[in-house]
């Protein structure tokens, strides 16, 4: 084999598989691909492992996306993880898909008041600021009907 036909048949290996309908659940919940779910899928296919990625998109399909839960539910639930945790930027992307699915300031507030029990004033505060963001980011009014 050339070595030109060696590189097609590993460019062939290293492309990204179909990846539209994973893009379509983070476009429903977040709008668009996070940039580091993309860099995970081409990092992996570059180097032909492209297995582990596709399962955690199709475990994530299964336990988030067709959760009995719902998905308002399950993106409050994952902020208010995620904000326990402190994980800033991660809990920034929930509480914003929580409003895309039709969470309002009531339930981020709870959210925001859940984590005080669970992890304390960091938590609640952090929740409280990535609650704020998420309803201006979103042009939800801050009052509840």
């Known amino acids: 084999m050339t070595t030109a036909q060696n590189a097609g048949q590993n460019a062939d290996q290293n492309a990204v598989p179909d990846t539209g309908p994973y893009e379509e659940t983070y476009r429903t ?3 668009a691909v996070p940039g580091s779910v993309r860099e995970r899928w081409e990092f992996s ?11 955690l998109e199709e475990l ?19 902020f208010a993880q995620l904000a326990a945790l402190g994980r800033a930027d ?17 339930d981020l507030l ?4 859940t984590t005080l029990i ?3 004033v960091p938590g609640y505060s952090l929740a409280l600021t990535l609650a704020r963001e998420a309803l201006a980011a979103t042009d939800t009014p801050e009052s509840s009907p």
């Open 110 to 113: 709870a959210v925001a008041e």
């Open 45 to 55: 296919a570059e180097h032909g492992r492209f297995t582990a990625p596709g399962l």
């Open 29 to 31: 919940l977040f709008g």
């Open 90 to 106: 991660a809990a920034r992307h929930h509480a914003l898909a929580a409003v895309r699915a039709g969470a309002r300031e009531r």
């Open 60 to 78: 994530r399909g299964e336990v988030i996306v067709r959760s009995p839960l719902g998905l308002k539910v399950q993106q409050l639930v994952q």
């Open 118 to 120: 669970t992890s304390g």
